[in-house]
């Protein structure tokens, strides 16, 4: 082979690795900038929450920004007025009681990754059948927010048997008797307006016909 020829095949050569390289690189899959929408429609509402789970543990505080997404779902269904600053306050807890109540589910006031699908998608777990519904009360931030409640309402000269944490039937009566009294509709559970009436009323130390 003369020098020449083999300049050529190495050009040749040259040429076709190059040509090989780069439709390998034209076809590999590209990730989108932040915030683009694929072919599909993504990202949803629901690829944001699961982007932002919350640590491990049926108990774990949810991460900032998906309680962010939790006051927001939950200002879209009527039950928070806050706002959307991922800090999980007494109005946010008793929002999300408002929402587990309305859904049959165990009172926590805790938000989570699974509370963010839920509202997302709007399921819910049914309560037992014959469950006692002032035992369905679990976890710290329900408990103590019931307690508050409880407190406030006895404030306001609204009967109640105990301050225990559980939102029995004595408990639910007087917070429909206060809801109505504030013009409320009466629900007999703990939501965001009722914590805002309660916080924003002075006590009255008067018990009226039907508390």
Same mark, same amino acid.
């Given at each position: ?46 690829? *944001? ?19 962010? *997404? ?15 600053? !991922? ?117 009255? !130390? ?6």
């Amino acid at each position: 082979m003369t020098p020449r020829r083999a300049r050529v095949y190495a050009s040749v050569f040259v040429v076709f690795v190059g040509s090989v390289a780069a439709n390998v690189l034209l076809l590999q899959p590209r990730a989108l900038p932040h915030g683009e929408q694929s072919s599909s429609g993504a990202p949803t509402r629901l690829a *944001a929450a699961a982007s932002a789970k919350a640590p491990a543990g049926p108990d774990r505080e949810a991460s900032p920004a998906t309680i962010r *997404a939790i006051q927001r779902e939950l200002k879209a269904a009527g039950y928070y007025e806050g706002p959307s600053d !991922g800090l999980a306050n007494l109005s946010t807890h008793a929002a999300i009681m408002a929402y587990e109540s309305d859904q049959q589910l165990e009172l926590t006031g805790l938000p989570s990754d699974a509370l963010l699908k839920m509202l997302i998608l709007g399921t819910g777990r049914a309560r037992v059948a014959g469950e006692n519904r002032s035992a369905a009360v679990r976890g710290t931030p329900a408990e103590q927010l019931t307690r508050l409640v409880q407190q406030q309402l006895i404030a306001h000269g609204y009967s109640i048997s105990a301050v225990d944490g559980r939102l029995g039937d004595d408990t639910r009566r007087a917070i429909a008797a206060f809801e109505a009294d504030q013009r409320l509709k009466p629900s007999g559970r703990i939501s965001a307006p009722l914590l805002a009436k309660l916080q924003g009323s002075a006590p009255t !130390g008067r018990v009226a016909s039907g508390r």
